[in-house]
């Protein structure tokens, strides 16, 4: 299993960047969606996550780029970006056709009108997509569709078996009975861990009517902010870096905590950890393929699209980066055969207890209209106020 491709190398959801003025999703109009495709352009330029597009250049063992340049003829470029943040920065810049972005960014995207509503007749392998990453609040917005996914993943708890006794299976461990691992807890580091409080919140004070982590209200967003404030004095590490996480437990200096199956699957033997996905549920991720709505290589970013979920190349790319493929049949194509059984790829049973990270906005996702959400700014500002 290849590793330097983590997400948490690239620190997902760093900083924050605020939200169209409107602080909702509705797109901004663009040009009309394409009915039927033209001939391949000689280029399409690509923006991602590392370890999203790999030529054999890092290892040449790893390489589903050049496949798709001989069959399409579209050479492709890619630069890889470090945070959310920076994407956007990036893709504003109009040098990209195509951009992987996770579903901290996708509404941030469609809301300001940089990606185009997607045809998806005109991507064949989407038809065999996963049907739960399709038609989702961080890939769609009023049943148009703005980007296919990539892979998924959850964020789970993971814990030292010779110190957290019994094992859990809740997330309490880190929130109300987090002093009994006073300073040995560790959690992730961004705005965004806000909503996996608000999923704890969810079943534990329903009073608070919180229906969905990423929609919450003023008094919702203050419950989580409390939990997490709460949560500090026992946090002994925010982590950003997968390596550091891998070394805090190793050592024993983290013993309990938020963390993903593909870290987990990294850990040395000496870790002794065990995982598991609480009762409550988790948050997590499925990046999504968008195309700017000015693409110059329209067609070849249609084709990339449609490559991505092709089977083989679904496969060589989830796998490589850490996660579950987006299409069945690439399970068919993986290097290990235990790698989807590993993240529970195809699972909907499990796939439907992640709450995969969505943009908080004003216009409340949770269907409210009698009340205003707070957006990603205000997150923003309530982690500050978390970490101190």
Known sequence: MRTKALKSAVILVASALLLTACGTAKPVATSSVPTKLGANEKTVSLLGWP??????????????????????GCKVTFKSYGTSDEALSLFKTGDYDVIAASGDATLRLIASGAVAQLNTKLIPSYADVYPFLKGKAWNSVDGKVYGVP?????????????TV?????????????????????????????IADAAVYLMAHNPELGIKNPYALDEKQLTAAVDLLKAQRANVGEYWSDYLKEIQAFETGDSVVGTTWQVIINSMSAKANVGSVLPSEGATGWSDSWMINSKAKSPNCAYAWLDYIDQPKANAAATEYFGEAPATPAACDFMASKDTCASYHAGDEAYANK?????TPIAKCLDGRTDVKCTDYAAWTSAWQEIKG
């Open 51 to 72: 370890g999203y597009a790999e030529n054999g250049s890092n290892d040449p063992k790893v390489d589903w780029v050049t496949p798709f340049e001989k069959s399409t």
């Open 150 to 162: 990539h892979g998924y993943g959850a964020n789970l708890l993971m814990y030292k078996k010779d």
């Open 165 to 193: 006794k019994p094992a859990p299976t809740s997330w309490d461990v880190v929130f109300d009975k987090s002093s009994s691992y006073k300073g040995k807890v560790t959690a992730y580091d961004s705005p965004i861990y």
């Open 354 to 358: 992640i709450w995969y990270w969505t």
